[in-house]
């Protein structure tokens, strides 16, 4: 099992920057691939970014050229750096972990959200 915790997020104008991290513990070796969702009021969760154990990624394309997702293996964590946010951007962000239960099979793991305002 998995155990992510968020940090990060806050109010900020828009245009502005936000730096969100997420540190694993516990079966990190099983962790296939990390991400970050958001989730506004009334809508869907949706996936914002997310990067495998190889270092690919990919992004939404509400976000691509704004946002990046990296990963610092020496410290088990994941950052999400948010530039040029917008309005719109406004929204609770969840880290993610897809952690490999068998080959195949993979279980999602969620941080406890992190707030996201972005100010007009």
């Known amino acids: 099992q998995v155990q992510l915790v968020e940090s990060g997020g806050g109010l900020v104008q828009a245009g502005g920057s936000l730096r969100l991290s997420c540190a694993a513990s516990?079966?990190?070796?099983?962790?296939?691939?990390m991400g970050w969702y958001r989730q506004a009021p009334g809508k869907q969760r949706e996936l914002v970014a997310a990067?495998?154990?190889?270092?690919?990624?990919n992004y939404a394309d509400s976000v691509k050229g704004r946002f990046t997702i990296s990963r610092d293996n020496t410290k088990n964590t994941v950052y999400l750096q948010m530039n040029s946010l917008k309005p719109e951007d406004t929204s609770v962000y969840y880290c993610?972990?897809?952690?490999?239960?068998?080959?195949?099979?993979?279980?999602?793991?969620w941080g406890q959200g992190s707030q996201v305002t972005v100010s007009s």
């Open positions: 993610n972990a897809k952690w490999r239960v068998r080959i195949g099979v993979t279980a999602d793991y």
């Open positions: 990067i495998t154990s190889g270092g690919s990624t």
């Open positions: 516990g079966s990190i070796f099983s962790i296939n691939a």
